[in-house]
């Protein structure tokens, strides 16, 4: 290894020579160079390297070779200034260049998988322009024939940089050919051969084509220096057929053909577009990109076109949501983005949008639907002065109350979620209606919704607001009513599911000492049937921290002790009392001491294949405890996880 990181290093020493020779590098920093570059090659030539040593390196290199082209530039403004020469080009000016991207190979080569590598590699070759861009393209096309996104970059680089249009088109059917369900390919194809029509239109332009004439003599000298400073434009599909033909093109042949490309461009929208539609036939997204590029585009014909679009939308996807939600915001226009509702045309595309919804519910009667119908209606509708803004519609009805009337619809067709649902009940509350939203809620968490967790959550968040805002003193009754709302909801679902409405009701009732015992029992009993949590929300450690926080460590430890005593507590319980009494000991407690040793033993007495529990308690025992209780630690846990023990480093253990 070292005789091969010797001869890199001796293959730099006409490039560091040529460094020092012309002033771009004192002595001492090519020492600091060599020395760097020796310990970025060592690491390189270890029998596993990591991906990140090769990008130290390559950016290492890449601010070095920024370093010296600035002071290239600063020494070739002094010899200016003196009236010598041009400073001229030598091998330190494409070594660091070669370097990179010899590096690039290398972690290529090694992580060929790794896309965002390959991408930066094609990025540094087409902002240096080297030549190696179109090797490594054909690299990355190689390893990765399944990635749309290469096969879009090569084909832009052909027909931007390289100006290969047949090169690029070839590229693209490969693209097509290799991943045909990608819309992204389909859309990026047809941009491409758009944008390449345009470019000939261009040309026709500037060769006075569009006046009847091909003539040169109706080009004046501003238009002949255009013409010739912009020969990138002037590309043919056959460029020799296009000359045969100039020369014997008429006046009333040129009129003829005047809207060619347009009808060409079309031909090819056509032909692209039933293509697509056969590889993706139930792809809605590549319907509406190919509409956006057709309506940005001049083609022949274009009205026919969109016609053909909207048909075939309309017959695959008659059924679906997302289809009439796109149409009817289609319709509606620039309305979301001007909220302009008091013009008569913005009221007019409000409306249209409104039928094109009231179709669609009839059609596709699903809650999906009416998400989409309801937020569109307050989208549009929008908000003045903090309130809902309210106008009168055609058919005479207030905007508000239309949008009312649409979730009493959904609730009528059976299409009301639990989503739809909690729209509807916050929908009334942001309108003031307080009461009728709790009526709402009553009735909706009485009938399909009983063990709706999120509804349950507005419900009572309303009960507890409305008793609060009555009277800042809580009587019995209202105490009373409100732990059966809690208590009817808690002990139907499992305390998993129910994380808002524990937390919500162990707040209220923190100090109400008798509804909050009464929660604890609860929470035994629910506790005791499922089972502790060990990912996510823990009951039992949330009721402990509230106790130790309201009535001090004592009253923390019996709850936790009728915790632990329960069938399966969970290794999150135990870890949140070996936290609590770790913090007590450290303050130079004794009895915590002995308590969280205590702790550790009974987790371990059912969780002693958890490698991170025996590392939490050696390391207990090396701050807190002694070396003998730490080493005896450490032997029973190698004793005990046997398979495992490869995890326990020397570091952790």
């Known amino acids: 290894m070292a005789d091969v990181v010797q001869y890199k290093l001796e293959r730099m020493v006409r490039e560091l020579d040529d460094l020092e020779r012309r002033n771009l590098f004192t002595k001492s920093e090519i020492s600091e160079i060599v020395k760097q570059r020796r310990k970025f090659e060592y690491r390189l030539k270890r029998p ?23 002071r290239r530039k600063a020494v ?27 590096i690039y190979k290398l972690v290529t080569n090694r992580f060929k998988g790794d896309l965002e590598i390959w991408f930066q590699f094609l990025e540094f070759c087409r902002i240096k322009k080297n030549g190696h861009l179109k090797k490594a393209l054909a690299q990355v096309v190689r390893f990765h024939p399944k990635v749309p ?38 859309v990026e194809y047809i941009r491409m051969e758009l944008t390449y029509l345009n470019k000939l239109k261009a040309r026709k332009v500037a060769l006075g084509e569009d006046e009847g004439t091909l003539s040169r003599e109706h080009l004046d000298p501003a238009d002949e220096q255009w013409r010739d400073e912009n020969k990138e434009l002037f590309m043919a599909l056959n460029d020799h057929k296009e000359k045969d033909e100039a020369s014997n093109i008429t006046n009333g042949e040129v009129e003829k053909k005047s809207d060619l490309f347009g009808e060409q461009g079309l031909s090819i929208l056509q032909t692209v577009y039933s293509n697509a539609v056969k590889a993706l036939p139930s792809d809605f997204s590549l319907r509406t990109r190919m509409l956006e590029i057709l309506e940005a585009t001049e083609l022949a014909h274009s009205e026919e076109m969109k ?5 075939d939308m309309k017959r695959d996807f008659l059924k679906e949501s997302e289809y009439w939600d796109w149409l009817a915001r289609s319709e509606a226009g620039q309305l979301l983005k001007t909220h302009g509702m008091s013009e008569d045309i913005s009221l007019h595309k409000l409306e249209k949008a409104i039928q094109i919804y009231e179709e669609a519910v009839e059609i596709v009667p699903s809650h999906m639907m009416f998400i989409h119908y309801t937020k569109f209606l307050v989208d549009a509708i929008g908000q003045q002065n903090g309130k809902m803004r309210s106008f009168t519609l055609a058919n005479g009805v207030d905007s508000i109350s239309h949008i009312l ?12 979620t639990e989503d739809l649902a909690c729209q509807y009940v916050s929908f009334l509350m942001e309108l003031g209606k307080s009461d009728e939203a709790r009526k709402l809620a009553v009735r909706l968490c009485s009938g399909k919704f009983l063990d709706a967790v999120h509804l349950w959550n507005l419900r009572l968040s309303m009960e507890i607001r409305c008793i609060t805002e009555k009277s800042p003193s809580l009587s019995k009754t209202d105490l009373s009513v409100v732990f059966e709302l809690f208590k009817s909801i808690l002990m139907r679902i499992s305390v998993s599911k129910a994380q808002s409405l524990w937390l919500m009701a162990l707040k209220f009732f923190a100090n109400q000492r008798r509804y909050f015992d009464k929660l604890v029992e609860i929470s035994l009993g629910l506790l005791a049937k499922y089972g502790g949590s060990d990912d996510g929300f823990c009951l039992s450690s949330s009721i402990v921290n509230i106790c130790l926080q309201k009535d001090g ?3 923390a430890r019996e709850i936790y002790k009728r915790y632990l005593a329960l069938p399966h507590p969970g290794l999150a319980l135990y870890r949140s009392c070996i936290e609590l009494e770790q913090n007590l000991a450290s303050a130079s407690s004794k009895p915590s001491l002995v308590e969280v040793q205590r702790l550790f033993e009974t987790a371990l007495a059912t969780y002693d294949q958890d490698v991170s529990l025996w590392q939490d308690y050696h390391n207990m025992e090396t701050k807190m405890g002694t070396s003998e209780a730490a080493a005896a630690v450490h032997w029973r846990a190698r004793k005990t996880l046997k398979d495992n023990a490869a995890l326990l480093t020397s570091q952790s253990l």
């Open 48 to 70: 596993s390297p990591l991906k990140q040593d090769y990008l130290n390196y390559i950016e290492y290199e890449k601010n070095l070779d920024k370093l010296r082209f600035l």
């Open 76 to 102: 070739s403004r002094e010899l200016k200034k003196n009236g010598n020469q041009r400073m001229k080009k030598s091998v330190s000016d494409y070594s660091g260049v070669s370097r990179i991207i010899e």
């Open 149 to 186: 996104g290469v096969w879009i970059y090569a084909a832009a680089w052909e027909f931007d940089t390289n100006l290969n249009v047949a090169a690029a088109r070839a590229l693209m059917h490969a693209g097509l050919r290799a991943c045909p369900t990608s819309v992204d390919l389909w």
């Open 307 to 311: 016609k053909k679009i909207l048909n």
């Open 405 to 416: 009337m649409v979730y009493e619809k959904a609730e009528r067709m059976g299409c009301l």
């Open 553 to 555: 460590i004592q009253s």
